[in-house]
């Protein structure tokens, strides 16, 4: 049994070498529903005796008992049974992540959908890893050995729980590491819900541990932890700095996806009710809780005015209401921290800029972390609504004068995660393309995530890359191996 029941709310433990146990201190930490206020779970929190227990745990999988022994195809066997059981479960994972997370539940579906694929593909990928014959002198044979790189700490925000999970854990298990997962506070319970499914699939214990508890604590413990080798991390520039930090002094493997403050720039051929959807929609989906969010929304001149009026009368349009009703584009944020850190920015905001929309809390909510919508125009890049991540439902639009200034206003950030370009002219997207300093460009699109295509940034949004076989690359090692083919003694002496 995974969980407990006291008064209604459920308990959860976490996942330790293929048992749910609780914390050793017996603390547990409260999960909310962002859309009443209301606790809906309790999740036993883990300190630094807990870490060295998962950590135990992942490196006595690693070094001994059955995964080292497991063929590339039979973890690819278990990706298909996990994937298998996710879809089978779409609905139940699905309303769960909605609850925990407050996005939408049509969303939450798509990103189960995303989930299962993540799992199937790198299913595919985990009898394609092969090494190199190095061209070397003809007395001498070289060639490559690829290898897990071990035990895998793996840190995750709460924007997309559960997908977050995949794009580190699918990646690994193909691989041949063994994980050590640590959901984000707000959202640990899509992730102990797949913890269930794990035996069945095939995973030994001690492969994957679901170790829940805060960033600071469990977290810190496990990127110091030297029973760790390498570490995934998901989340803002600032933790990404600390991690950096505490993992140099064991050297361990680090991998960073940091946040971002993504241009979407606009020129005026571009198809323009595509446009300006495509504005709104690279923003504010997912309440704008994303990474790659077009929060920096470039505009020429000539149509500035006209598509600020657009985007402002399709805004409207967009139905707040509680995550699990179905017609439902934008739910609350996640947590009363983050609603306050938005909350915030919107203040600053209205000092900085004009406001086309929103601004505050929507009336006709009483409860939940509710925030409308909100676009800030007429701003300056050197605005803080330009140049911080603000992670919420605000977009600052941005008037530019031809394609050199917006070129210029779309790198003058620290951070390079993502960029778009909107325009029919071929020369000018491409020209574009080559000259933004961003991990990931989209021509006449924002945000479309495919688990074939590399995902990660340039700049303080952070270093190595995730899915399709970058993302496998980061969990392997390379090892060289040279055979000397020439019996003559060495000619040292
Ligand atoms: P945080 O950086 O605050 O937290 C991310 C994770 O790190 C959480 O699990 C958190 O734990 C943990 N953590 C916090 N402090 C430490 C520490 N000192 N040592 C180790 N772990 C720690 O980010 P948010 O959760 O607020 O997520 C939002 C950020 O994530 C945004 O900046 C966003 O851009 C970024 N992000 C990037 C993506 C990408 O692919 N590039 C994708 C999604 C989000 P806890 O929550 O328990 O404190």
């Given amino acids: 049994m995974s969980t407990s029941s006291k008064a209604g709310v459920q308990t959860y433990k976490n ?9 050793v201190s017996g603390a547990t930490f409260p999960v909310y529903d962002p859309s009443t206020e209301e606790v809906i779970a309790q999740v036993a929190s883990a300190a630094a005796p807990d870490v060295d227990q998962a950590v135990a745990a992942a490196r006595a999988a690693f070094d001994s008992g059955p995964w080292p022994a497991t063929t590339a195809q039979d973890r690819g066997k278990i990706l298909h049974k996990l994937a298998d059981k996710i879809r089978q479960n779409t609905a139940r994972l699905a309303d769960i992540e909605s609850r925990n997370s407050g996005k939408p539940i049509i969303e939450a579906e798509y990103d189960i959908a995303d989930v299962a694929t993540c799992f199937e593909y790198y299913a595919g990928l985990a009898n394609k890893v092969m090494g190199h014959v190095n061209p070397v002198p003809a007395n001498a044979l070289s060639f490559t050995l690829r290898e897990p790189v071990g035990v895998a700490a793996q840190i995750i925000p709460w924007n997309y729980p559960l997908l977050m999970a995949a794009w580190k854990l699918a990646p690994a298990i193909a691989a041949g590491c063994t994980c050590i997962l640590k959901p984000a506070e707000q959202t640990p ?3 102990i819900e797949i913890a269930n499914y794990f035996e069945e699939a095939g995973l030994p214990p001690g492969v994957v541990n679901i170790l829940n508890g805060l960033g600071e604590t469990t977290g810190a413990a496990l990127v110091a932890h030297p029973g760790v080798d390498k570490v995934a991390f998901t989340g803002s520039a600032a933790v990404g700095k600390i991690i950096v930090k505490s993992a140099a002094d064991t050297l361990k493997r680090v991998t960073l996806e940091l946040g971002g403050k993504s241009p979407n720039i606009f020129f005026p051929d571009a198809d323009w009710e ?20 077009g929060s920096r929304i ?14 402002t009368e399709k805004t409207k349009r967009i139905k707040l209401g509680a995550p699990l009703e179905r017609e439902t584009k934008m739910g609350p944020l996640v947590s009363k921290e983050q609603y306050d850190r938005v909350s915030s920015y919107l203040e600053i905001g209205k000092k900085e800029a004009k406001v086309a929309i929103g601004g505050g809390r929507p009336k006709q909510f009483g409860k939940g972390y509710y925030l409308e919508p909100t676009i800030f125009y007429d701003v300056d890049n050197s605005a803080r609504i330009a140049r911080e991540e603000i992670f919420g439902p605000v977009a600052s639009v941005i008037p530019f004068d031809g394609e050199s200034e917006a070129i210029r206003i779309a790198n003058d950030t620290p951070y390079g995660l993502a960029a778009a370009v909107w325009t029919r002219d071929i020369y000018k997207a491409f020209r574009v393309v080559k000259s933004l300093r961003a ?6 699109h924002m945000q479309p995530t495919y688990v074939e295509a590399p995902w990660g940034g340039y700049k303080q949004s952070g270093f190595g890359r995730e899915l399709g076989p970058w993302g496998l690359e980061e969990y392997l090692e390379t090892k060289q191996v040279f055979v000397n083919l020439d019996e003559t003694p060495i000619a040292w002496y």
């Fill in 189 to 191: 319970l899509t992730a």
């Fill in 274 to 293: 595509a446009a300006v959807d495509g504005a709104l929609f690279g923003v504010f989906i997912n309440q704008g809780e994303v990474c790659s969010a």
């Fill in 15 to 23: 996942f330790i070498n293929g048992k749910w146990v609780p914390a």
């Fill in 439 to 444: 991990g990931i460009v989209w021509v006449n």
């Fill in 298 to 311: 470039l505009v020429e001149k000539s149509i500035y005015s006209k598509f600020v009026e657009a985007m």
